[in-house]
């Protein structure tokens, strides 16, 4: 059990990810990219909530009914994705009330026609009215406006608790998950609905939450690399992969439940509604689990190996076996390292020999008799 | 030690059980929404033209009221000048009636007498002996002279002077039946007069006619901090409809006459009397109102809010309700919750497969977060009118998977020390304390997203917001009054401390460094 898998498990890789930042940084730029010229040229299919359109009212008498009203849609090639179709009551008088996007005034009349001849109705009896959004324009300012208040106290509240630094790249970070979760909207076409809104917002708090835990372990490990010569690349690239296995693990147990409800609910069990929403936060989840490994840490790291105190040691990497070192003892090996055991040698230090096993783990403290 | 984990284990257990059962007693359960169980639908139409800018405000007043925390979710549509408001799960018509009230028509009126409010006693009885005549004629002349020759009818005359005159017209028009009766039959009081109980003060006020309305104010009315307490503030409109008809009414209640002998002016919505303050001063020159007293934050905002409702107000007929049916239907939660149970399930499997035993606390803990998310959820239905949709449903699903990383911090951080070597038992401590520093500023994060979104918005995103900070507060009060204890305690146990009870045992040295 030596493979790849195993240290993964055990948190013993050594996967140099600041060293290949400009992969994640190029990937992410094509996408943003797509996005934006995605919203230029075909922008969001905004679904009725948003967009309002038109409703039409039939009182149920002859073959009139839910799915009735329904195949007479799809007979006008209308997708009855997100088509409302309701039955209302009052009193003993029954109407289907039929909601749906914007249409062209002929569809509007055949669909009318068609309603009226199945509830052996004339077509007067259809009422046909053109219906707000729902969501109207205040909802969206109001909930942008908070949007900006909320960015600004988190950072404020990540400046505090770690630093500046830490809380741009974080801000960036959650911006560009909802960016290419929009994109991905854009480009597929996907109708956006409230739950979408939603969908999006989990995201956004998914993603700020994996950027926290991981820039935590960060600010760990800066403060234990703090007395050494170690570059700040050195520091994230020791992060991630002690965070690694977290991470995976989180994102399959945050992914699990939102594929089983994409695969199985709407799949299997024929509930179209969730599609859409659960496609959403698919994809947005994964983003943001990228993101704070890809995007957010490699951003810190360019910030930070400007700063004063790690500019010395900037763009200098410990790889492969000199990382699993520096993560399992604290101290940097290689050519610097090296020198200075030189230097030492040369006036005469000769460094006592260590053990592999003391310079490789902390040893344990010795076990206490149990105290009862 | 040992006494207080086991005491933190036992007293959540014990509440999430306790406060379960108490909902099921009580027959509170999670309400279903628009989509999934269909509600009451309430076609509201408005009286005369409309300006667009005051429906939307009717409509704001009409969210605020259906959905005051944010939960409910109905669905409030505008059909053309008609505003359909859809309620989940209100089945009784005259329910939805009441609940939607009517809009924040705002008025005015001269106290005329203050009494307690005794349960039992019939308001006649309390204004039997007052002998103050009103003179309701002088304010109906002051604006529109011509509409109060008209008796109550459903359509309004035009406008004869701007917003304000149109509105006033309209309570008068209902209220006067011809232009001479001094007495109301049915009350027994003077005409124009009318007893209105307190919204909270528990006081019943005998009122005179209404002499203005809340268009007299401007629609940005605060509530402010002014030495040291909280007052409202409002600007008059100037002119006629505003800072000279408000003039008028506290030039009279300051001299203290026969029609304002309590010098108070009641500020009145839907049948209530919000605030009933004393004027100070015998008119307002410089165009703003202070309204002083010993609010408390939350009343001084809800005053200036209802005067904000009111500068703009939409009179409405009477509203028709309908039932309206689901438009997903219950196979949709069926599908929902089925596949949302497997994926939970999915998640635990490979948190057993992962983590091995401990998993049993992570099954524990999320029984616990569950049972108080379904007991406040439940209790919420009941009395905040919350209704779950698919998409909320859904999302509380999608939330245990999130819920589940404070586990995968707290046990990867145990993982590191039992591989350097350490016993489960030594670094469980250690390990939860560094991993709860850690939930801390993550769910910290979480906290305030969703207080200024639920603060800020309106719709689906309060109700989002409302969630948010639900599941990110269970999880934090989970993580420690359970999580903790529960795996302190296991970790004492002999089982934990056998062999590779994480999947791990300490590194050794050879494959840590190849």
Redesign the interface.
Known sequence: MAGGMSRLFRGETTINFYGRRNVGFIASALLLVVTVGSLFSQGLNLGIDFKGGVAFEVPVAGTMSEAKAKEILVANKIKTDNVKIQTLTSGTTKRVRIQLGDLPVTTRTTIQESLAKSANATVNDVSVSTVSSTWGRNITTKAIKALLIFFLIVSLFIAWRFEWRMALSAIIAMVHDVGISVGVYSVFKLEVTPATVVAFLTILGFSLYDTIVVFDKVHDNNERFSGSKVSYGDIVNVSMNEVLMRSLNTSIAALLPVLSLLVLGSGVFGAIALREFALALLVGLATGAYSSIYIASPLLGILKERSDQHRPMRGHLSIGVDMAHLMHTGAPVGRRAAARAATDASQGIIPAPVAVEALLSHPPRPRKKSRR | MTRRLVLSLVAIVLLAGGTFTANLVAGNHPSLGL?LQ?GA?VTMTPVGEVDPAAL?VA??IIRQRVDSIGVAEP??????NTV?VNLPGVKDQQQALDTIGRTGAVEMRPVLKVAENPDNTTTTTVVGGTTTTVKGATTTTVKGATTTQKPASTTLPPPAGGVGSSRIAAVTTTTIPATTAPVDPLTGLPEGQTVLPGRKDGLLYLLGPAEATGEVFSNDSSAQVDAGGWVVVAKLRSGAGGADLWNALSTKCYAGGADCPTKAIAIILDGEVISAPTVQTPTFDNGSVQISGSFSQTEAKDLARVLQFGAVPVKFDTP?????????GK??L???V???L???L??LL??LF?YRLLAIVVVGGLSVSGLLLWSVISWLSKTNGLAL???GA??I??????T??SY??FF?KL??DV?????LR?SAARGFE?AW??IL??????L??AV??W???????R???FF?GLSTMADMIVSYFFTRPAVLLLAKTKLFNRGRVL??A??K?S????
Do not use: C, M
């Open positions: 989509d269909g639908s939307s409509v704001d669905e409030i549509i505008r059909q053309g359909v028709t309700v309908q039932t309206v049916s689901a438009s997903l196979d949709s069926h599908a929902a089925l596949s949302g497997i994926g939970v999915l998640v490979f948190l992962y949709t698919l998409s859904a999302g699903i999608v939330s245990i998977g999130v589940v990383d995968v911090v990867e993982k590191d591989q350097q070597g350490r016993t030594n560094r520093r850690t500023a993550a769910d910290t994060v979480s305030i997203g200024v979104l603060w800020l918005t309106v719709g689906s995103v109700g989002f917001a948010l999947g791990v300490k590194a040295i494959e840590a460094v190849a």
